[in-house]
């Protein structure tokens, strides 16, 4: 039973492979060789991973020019996101990719067939599953590379984050202020009783979310099907879409309801939408709510040393500590004081 539990927290850990180049994903050495061959067992896994929703990058040291058309030659090249070809350190790689991803260093893989190099990231980045090419196939069958469920999101993951890499670059040539960039953007914001089909995309955004979850609790597809058929509970999801496409489901809300009481059990978004200010959004439609209703709005937030920004979401929210129990703490909010929709956003909600 222990082993079965340890496999399901390390299950779908995984969001980005990031591959070096020479005697790795290709045979050779390119700027020896000067003409490589792309590894078929290593194209499949790339195509295989990519349905599962797994993001692809590149820690090389090589030209980066030189690397770039190789990879366009066998129809690779769009599968990679922020590449880091040069000759950096590889750990200085993984880290960058980490931080332009916005996943934790917990949730990539590297795979280097050097063995100098996968420990130098070992050291650096202790938290990255460190692969040899030669157990590539072996470790493709551990439970990091296999999430429990292959949801829309999954499969059109890449494409979101292609679409955010375009979103950075219009916001770093923008001259104006945040929030008439934001203004343009023409944000919509989607908050939903959740349906039987959400529910693959509510489990897999528990189990992959840890910046913005505000308690680091995990719920499987069963309890949440059963909460949300509850009659004391409210179980939201959230989307969000602006002018360059949908960001799929980003939140997941559970609020447990009594007569006096309202306690906000989770409050979770994607990290892709930590600059959208869409927790915010959310907490003030809930505050609404309960006001509405003529309760209290309380809130659990466990400091998991991970999800500090929830905990500023909350308190600029109006949110205030009530009990403290070492790191789980009860906030209360202020519903005299609720402030209106941002101008930049449309809120629907059903």
Known sequence: MGD?????????????????????????????DGTVTVRQEVADAIHALDGLGILHSIASKNEHEAAWEQLEKAGLADFFLHPQIGWNAKSHSVRRIAKKLNIGLDAIAFVDDQEFERAEVAAACPQVVCVDPADLAEALRTPEFRPRFVTDESRLRREMYLGQISRDDEEERFVGTSEEFLAQLKLVVRIETAARDDLQRAEELTVRTNQLNSTGRTYSYDDLDKLRTSGD????????????????????VLVETS?????????????RVMSRGVGTIVLNHLLRQARDAGVELHADLVETGRNRMMQIAYAFAGFREIDRDDRQVTLRADLEAIPPLPSTVTLLTG
């Open 233 to 252: 509970h409210l179980l939201y999801v959230v989307t969000l879409d602006d002018r360059f496409g949908s960001y799929g489901k980003i939140g997941l």
């Open 259 to 271: 007569e006096k009481i309202w306690r906000l059990r989770l409050l979770l978004m994607s990290c």
């Open 4 to 32: 079965e539990l340890f496999e399901e927290k390390r299950r779908g850990r995984v969001k980005c492979v990031v591959w070096d180049l020479d005697h790795t994903l290709w045979d050779g050495v390119l700027l020896e």
